[in-house]
């Protein structure tokens, strides 16, 4: 893909920006996350307010411990589309990275509001609920991700996290 972005002189700035985010995201799911950023900043350099470019860098960075950076890729999106669920929750769970709980448990309400059978809005929603000290409410969103999605990685995961937080504290 990306010999073929090199090769597409001819082509309009949007084509070659589609191929070059396709071999970012290639990139990204073989883990090699410096060649996928350095894709997807080519890719945004010709579609610089592209927000499925700029969630697929955002995530790249996440995966490069900077999340301040995706943070930054994720307003973009947020800015332009405050209905983005895939933004704010994973703005949401950058800001829980940094530290950030007020901001991170904002995001993940906004996104709950706008997809609240989302699996992912679910899973991330519970974690910041429980580092906030709200049990309940994680056991409530944990539970309905179950209940919707039992048998995906996310449920799994949620019974996990339930297990974990359901035991006896030291």
Known sequence: LE???????????????AIQAQA??????????????AMQSAALALSPDD???????AMTLAGRKKYWEAIDDLNQ??????????ARILRASAYR????PGLAREDAAAAFRLAPE???????????????GD?????????????????TPAADTARRNLARMDLPEK
């Open 3 to 17: 010999a073929l972005a090199g090769d597409m002189k001819d082509a309009g700035a949007a084509d070659r920006a």
């Open 24 to 37: 970012g995201n290639a990139w990204f799911q073989a883990g090699d996350y410096a060649r996928a950023h």
């Open 51 to 57: 927000p499925e470019i700029l969630i697929d860098r």
């Open 77 to 86: 999106v947020v800015v332009a589309d405050p209905e983005n669920f895939a």
């Open 97 to 100: 990275f940094v530290d950030v």
């Open 118 to 132: 989302r699996p992912e809005i679910l899973l991330e929603y519970g974690i910041i609920l429980r580092l906030a």
């Open 135 to 151: 049990r309940d409410g994680a056991r409530r969103h944990w539970l309905t991700l179950i209940r919707l999605h039992d048998g």
